[in-house]
Nanobody, 117 residues
């Protein structure tokens, strides 16, 4: 059974940094496309960043230049480095794994990120 476990959330001041991690177990990590989504109170869940099994990345316009997504296949882990954080980045961040060409789709439990002074 595929499981995703996120870590690294917390409270940070505006302009600060956090790094989120998401570890996948129960399957072959390197085959999955990995994504980070976020959901702020009263808003729909939105895609923040994605990385394919081949390492190609995409970022939402709202985080370009501030966030970076990366993966370490040896550690079965995907990261989201978040710099220059803003209050509007406050949300629950979710890790997602998708197996290309299938409907296999898995979610982590979410980790809270709060940007506030």
């Amino acid at each position: 059974q595929v499981q995703l476990v996120e870590s690294g959330g917390g409270l940070v001041q505006p302009g600060g940094s956090l790094r989120l991690s998401c570890a996948l177990s129960g399957s072959i990590f390197r085959l999955y496309a990995m994504n980070w989504y976020r959901q702020a109170p009263g808003k729909q869940r939105e895609l923040v960043a994605g990385i394919t099994s081949g390492g190609s990345t995409n970022l939402a316009d709202s985080v370009k230049g501030r966030f970076t997504i990366s993966r370490d296949n040896a550690k079965n882990t995907v990261y989201l480095q978040m710099n220059s954080l803003k209050p509007e980045d406050t949300a629950v961040y979710y890790c997602n794994a998708g197996f290309p060409g299938t409907r296999l789709d898995y979610w982590g439990q979410g980790t809270q990120v709060t940007v506030s002074s």
